[in-house]
């Protein structure tokens, strides 16, 4: 049998663990042929046509939708937290102005873990209000990355402004416009959790070593960064410029493909129809451009979607739709990935949690395909 590097993998070998059922979930269900999702029990299309962001994360960490009382002392914890240790704050300032942004919000995150005071805790409680410090402090990090290295004074949380809002207003120094802080608040409901998607599985992971929240969520960034996964939505931006004119669309992706590139924001492990974020974030990316009088990155964005349906069958993801969104809010693209984090902080602790509550250590095997008995030779004679 073929042995080397890039050798096929014997038969057995399940490679990306395609298909395999590593844990029993109650937060996400994703039916990839029907195309539905559901964030414990609720649709997501009812909670993105009806809900903030903030029920969102309550939902998904309590299993239910909060009640006004609930929700409230929810919206307060979270605003009380948004502040960053001041030694978190100087990190982020002094990152390379270069840094990527999801570089430097990684590295900030685990150094949260340093002045969280109640890092070594790993009891629910302690678990719960480290998954609101983490939600409302990513925003604020986020936020604070781009005022640093575009020579700005970050911006103090407005304690009066929901999730959405808040975060816009950190990241503009103005007060956002209400149909401005609805787009956000309904991507961040849309990203808020995936089930086992790769970082949320990098999470569960670190935490089902009994490790720590702050260790487990510096996992889950490190993962989400790569073009496969939440890096997606900045790359699908990138072509859409490179594009230019809804005319060169077809060409440019055609060549691509012939050039067997695969065409960022299409394709999914799970879903083999319309994934169902993608059609609130195409509708938002078509009301967003017109707006903005920039509709011709919709126009792209539906050209290339056609174009890849017809061509090689293949839908379109989160992350498509969601770059020209970013983009008509102004978004600069190195934020679209730390903006996805933004939300999915929310699932990666629901998920810490919930591993936690059943928790056993996640240690797959490898199947063995290298050279056996082999014997030492002495560094002379190699
Ligand atoms: C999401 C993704 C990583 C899933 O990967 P996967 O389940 O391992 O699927 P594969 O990469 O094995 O793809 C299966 C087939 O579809 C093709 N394909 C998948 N995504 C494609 C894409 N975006 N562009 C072109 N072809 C693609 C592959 O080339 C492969 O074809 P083949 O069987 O002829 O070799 C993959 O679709 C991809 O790389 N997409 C682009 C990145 C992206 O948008 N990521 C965000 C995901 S939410």
Redesign the pocket.
Known sequence: MQSGPGAPAPAHVI??L?GVVAAASRICFVDGLEGRLLYQGYDIHDLAAHGTFEEVAYLLWHGELPTRPQLDALRRDLAAARALPEPVATLVAAAPRDALPIDVLRTAVSALGLHDPEARDNSRPANLRKAVRLTAQIATIVAAIDRVRTGQTPVAPDPGLGHAANFLAMLWGRRPDETSVRAVDVALILHAD?EL?ASTFSARVTAATLSDMHSAITSALGTLKG???????E??MRILLQIGEPSRAVPTIRE??AA???????????YKTE?PRATHLRRMSEELGRRTGQLKWFEISRAIEQF?LQE?R?H?????YSASCYYALGIPLDLFTPLFAVSRISGWTAHVLEQLADNRLIRPRAEYVGPRNRTYVPLEKR
């Open positions: 490679e990306g395609e995936h998607n073009p496969l996964h939440g890096g997606a939505n790359a699908v691509m493909l067997g590139k695969k065409i960022p924001g299409f394709g999914h492990r799970v994934d890849m090689k293949l379109c993801n989160v992350d498509f």
